[in-house]
């Protein structure tokens, strides 16, 4: 069983930087690949970002990149997102996610992923 915590989140205005953290407990020597994803009001879930175990290996969405950047520190059980230039259409909940297949690359769908955090909200206002 794997547990995680996604905290970091806030209101913000545009143009700002926020950091986003999401930290792992219980199993976590079965996590492989770790992603984010996000959900606003009348949408689907989409990817933002995703990283392989070792962080060689990233994707970022198309609306992020650039602005972007995940990374993660395993010693910590911890996966990052680094958020700057913070855009209105940025707002939504934002999940982390991990998931226990090994020696694959980034998976880009939620249904690849095993295990989610319940989220944390980031709203940036212009």
């Known amino acids: 069983q794997v547990q995680l915590v996604e905290s970091g989140g806030g209101s913000v205005q545009a143009g700002d930087s926020l950091r986003l953290s999401c930290t792992a407990s219980g199993r976590t020597v079965s996590i492989s690949g770790k992603g984010w994803f996000r959900q606003a009001p009348g949408k689907e879930r989409e990817i933002v970002a995703a990283i392989n175990w070792s962080g060689d290996s990233t994707y970022y969405a198309d609306s992020v990149k650039g602005r972007f950047t995940i990374s993660r520190d395993n010693a910590k059980n911890t996966v990052y997102l680094q958020m700057n230039s913070l855009k209105p259409e940025d707002t939504a909940v934002y999940y982390c996610?991990?998931?226990?297949?090994?020696?694959?690359?980034?998976?880009?769908?939620?249904?690849?992923?095993?295990?989610w955090g319940q989220g944390t909200q980031v709203t940036v206002s212009s």
């Open positions: 996610a991990a998931d226990r297949t090994p020696l694959s690359g980034v998976k880009l769908t939620p249904i690849a992923y095993d295990y």
